[in-house]
């Protein structure tokens, strides 16, 4: 474990005396960052593979979110939706004709969005679909990850997020991920939806098996089952296209996008759905008081001009290439698998992911375990060749140490 300096362990003992102790990050106290890079207080530099996942994807600081961020700070922040702004329509235009749907709601947090697709799907059920009321039955899938708010761990079948927080919010079915025969099976008059991340990130970087979204969404059109694809981390390029669905030309019911769409300096997320499906909320079904303010308007138009004008998909896919190709050819007995899509990478390492972790930080390398053997990689998508070269040396190096 590297050795702290005082000023930085001064932070620490702060946030560990002050702080709730709901985290257990790594011992870098961050000052600044641009680009691919973070510095610490002691003004030593790190290269970023977390890219506070996937929410910094157009890289830390990026000189046109922040002039759209600073420009809009002086003029209107906040109105609330008792009444309408100038940016709010503006945003919608932009997001739906980017993503290629109709209609958009636009919240927060990423799960706050996830919330808002369940209500959406659970409306659905009733009054489109007429199941019997409070029946309503959304499909989950193991080892999910959709937040920690009282619905989203009564989605999880993950215990860490569960344990003591009891009574859970009923009406969640889980099924294995990847499973087809047992998604079908599930299925029945209850089933309004079914919920999925393209790419499992917090459980460890799993892509699904080849053709499982696609059936998966067969098998929704053919039941009148709505299609939720969460795609807040792997959304707006992180996977080499401009959604993870994408890969196989899957269009969801209903997209939920968060993180990247505030580029880094603010919370915005959102659904987007038809208008036929849209319309099913009414005045004061839904809403909050900061989603769709005139700041984060602006910040999320920016943030897409970015992804669009800088190709960041495609540079994704390039650089995810180039990662995975060169992580396979370290043959290191400590990695027993490197598996992912684009720039959202993991290692399944037969050594503790977080012992990797603090060896990579040594080598100013920010990388994060999760679970205990899966080293999850995904720095900024603007990452160029010669960090890609670094972060292999830095990886080679790290790996060594810990056998």
Known sequence: MQELDRNAASFIELEERYGAH?????????????GVWLYDVAGKRYL??????SAVSQGHCHPRIRAALVEQAGK??????AMRNDKLGPFLQRLTEFC??????????????VETAVKLARRYAYERKRVAPNAAEIIVFENNFHGRTTAAISASTTELYRHDFGPFTPGFVPVPYGDFDALASALNERTCAILIEPV?????????????????????????????ADEIQTGLGRTGDLFACDHEGVK??????????????YPVSAILASRELMELFGPGDHGSTFGGNPL???????SIDVIESENLPAR??????????????????AIGEVRGRGLLIGLELTVPARRVAELLLERGVVAKDTHATVLRIAPPLVIADAEIDLLLEAIAAALKASL
């Not at 969801?252 to 300096?265: E, Q, R, S």
């Open 76 to 81: 209107l922040s906040l109105t609330s939706r």
């Open 100 to 113: 290629k749907y109709e209609s958009a709601l636009p919240m927060n947090t990423g799960v706050e969005a």
């Open 296 to 302: 984060a308007c602006a910040v999320g138009v920016a």
């Open 316 to 333: 994704a896919r390039y650089a995810g290439a180039r990662l995975m190709h060169g992580l396979r050819e370290l043959a290191s007995p």
């Open 252 to 265: 969801p019911d209903v997209m939920i996008v968060g993180k990247a769409l505030g580029g880094g300096y």
């Open 22 to 34: 709901n985290y257990q990050p790594l011992d870098l106290v961050v000052e600044r960052a641009e």
């Open 48 to 53: 970023d593979c977390v890219s506070a996942y």
């Open 200 to 228: 499992q990130g917090e459980g460890g970087v799993i892509v699904p098996p080849p053709g499982f979204l696609k059936r998966a969404w067969g098998l929704c059109r053919e039941h009148r089952v709505l299609f939720m």
